[in-house]
Antibody, heavy 117, light 109 residues
Framework: QVQLVQSGSELKKPGASVKVSCKAS????????INWVRQAPGQGLEWMGW????????RYAQDFTGRFVFSLDTSVSTAYLHITSLKAEDTAVYFC??????????WGQGSLVTVSS | ELVVTQSPGTLSLSPGERATLSCRTS???????LTWYQQKPGQAPRLLIY???RRATGVPDRFSGSGSGTDFTLTISRLEPEDFAVYYC??????????FGPGTTVDIK
């Protein structure tokens, strides 16, 4: 069965970096893109962008350029989200999801990143 | 700039009642690429409806989607206890990518 399993919660200080992983199984990894979605505490869903798992080419939403980097390791069917220069407002749950570039049919369980001094 | 709105913000209903949720986009949706998700507290979103009206695998037939252009509706014909959740619509824009609406909370009256 299709599964996306994300790395665990992280507590980071402002200015630090964090890398969230998303390991896929149950399907051919390079046949679907991976979306990244942010959800701040008590807030709605915010699309961060996606990465084409066949070419490795990412696309970032307007508000997620510069400090946010998507990457892949196709040998282990894993996508990564790297956030640098963390700020308090980056505190959120980050989801990965398998996507056709429109709908996302399988989602990871979410990774909570807390930024606090 | 594409904007997606949802109404009402909160819908208070009883089990067995019909729920009608609205999603409006500021520009006509490309190819009916309108998607609906359900999210329960502490869980990831779940795909319900794609292409405006197609139910995802395993979604009960009490959920239906309709609409075209800029006006879309998610209908839950008879609310079950497990249907009380937040519902998001999502549009696809060629220049901005995916845009989520702010969500509608369906809670128990």
């Amino acid at each position: 069965q299709v599964q996306l399993v994300q790395s665990g919660s992280e507590l980071k200080k402002p200015g630090a970096s964090v890398k969230v992983s998303c390991k896929a199984s149950g399907y051919a990894f390079t046949t679907y893109a991976i979306n990244w979605v942010r959800q701040a505490p008590g807030q709605g869903l915010e699309w961060m962008g996606w990465i084409n798992t066949n070419t490795g080419v990412p696309r970032y939403a307007q508000d997620f350029t510069g400090r946010f980097v998507f990457s892949l390791d196709t040998s282990v069917s894993t996508a990564y989200l790297h956030i640098t220069s963390l700020k308090a407002e980056d505190t959120a749950v980050y989801f990965c999801a398998r996507t056709t570039m429109v709908e996302s049919d399988y989602w990871g369980q979410g990774s909570l990143v807390t930024v606090s001094s | 700039e594409l904007v997606v709105t949802q109404s009402p913000g909160t819908l208070s209903l009883s089990p067995g009642e019909r729920a009608t949720l609205s999603c409006r986009t500021s520009q006509s949706v490309t190819g009916s690429y309108l998607t609906w998700y359900q999210q329960k507290p502490g869980q990831a979103p779940r795909l319900l409806i794609y292409d405006a009206s197609r139910r995802a695998t395993g979604v009960p037939d009490r959920f239906s989607g309709s609409g075209s252009g800029t006006d879309f509706t998610l209908t839950i014909s008879r609310l079950e206890p497990e249907d009380f959740a937040v519902y998001y619509c999502q549009d696809h824009d060629r220049s901005r990518g995916l845009i989520f609406g702010p969500g509608t909370t369906v809670d128990i009256k």
